[in-house]
């Protein structure tokens, strides 16, 4: 038996997110282990890094998988790349020890968000953005993100009601840039609750509209309450970018 | 009446190409004109500069149309953004004298071609990508693009067989560029016949792979026979940049 980590990118538009449904193959996962299971002629699960949500993307998520194959890293990459749909991109296969596991040995990551601030459509690269016509400020979420540095309870940020294990996450680094009319987001941290990069985006884009004070993120964090904290940004402006391993 | 000039852009993945045919909508100038005509109350027939094949883009398309209305073009700009579809992007609305006519005043246009030469995927921009996994060499590619400069009968990179009216064009600029993994392909000139920029492509694209000699385009030129050119390269990497005027 072999262990295997995989650098994927994939445009999520057309997938019910990450997660196996079943037999399905509309979800990410299912649609690897499919081809997986069918190029090795064995059944094989994978395992992700973490779930993305319907309709989000990745630029670097990790899944891991064990198989028993003599095939060649290089082999496994060619053959993925012919038969899996192109809105799934296999970047690179490597072996690695067989207690690596995608989710298990991940000690963070990195998403970015991707907001269209214009009235002027960006069509190219609808697929990747929240279109947003209004005007933000820009300043004030900029200093409103700086009450998400740190460890918190972010269960306020957390769409699972029922979430029962610890909500408390250490954010690394939360940066605003603006890029012609883009207004883009990346958030690094040593994990993430259940939409709760959408959840403080949405936050800090009612901040930026001027729906809510730029200081309510510290009262909000300390509410532990999903009501207080603002709208799920949509999933499309969301990109998983990277995970990192000790 | 009066005369309104547009500049669009549009993915044209999954439409047939501008040109309207009957009255289906999915022509980029029959979604448009039905769009119009429905936000107008009256039929609107509109003209663009040329058409763009089934599957290729636009970034800077110009159109224009005469209609009967008090609207302004801030108006009607948003009024086609609400009903367009999100793949068909309005960027301005002028008015302009009753006399200019988005073809016949036309002087000149770019266009761009972008080949993304890796094995490595690239899942964001497929549909804006020719994917060529083997290598090309770009300086071959170079040296040939020099031999199209100029005043040229381009008979020989013309997909109609019958075409009737002068087949001479002027190629203005032909740059070759390296944007890591993309080869990018810029093509300016006074006019283009019928796929006369994927068959130039597809030519220098034979060349780069070493299939045919660099200085082949000469005799090509000079034959004025199709099937002495290369092959026509897919209009997903095809993009009409800019269109010139007076």
Redesign the interface.
Known sequence: MRNFKMLL???GTRYRGWQRLGNSPDTIQGKLEQTLSRILEQPIAIHGSGRTDAGA?A?GQVASFHADTTRSCRELT?LL?QYLP???????ITEVPLRFHARLTATGKTYVYRVWNS????????R?LYQLGEPLDVEAMKRAAADFLGTHDFIAFCSNKHFKKSSVRTIMALTIETLGPEVRFTVTGDGFLYNMVRIMVGTLLEIGLHRRPADDIPAILASRSREQAGETAPARGLCLKEVYYP
């Open positions: 990118a994939y445009d993307h630029a060619a790349r192109e809105d799934i991109g296999v970047l690179e009235r002027v459509p960006n069509v190219f690269e609808r990747y």
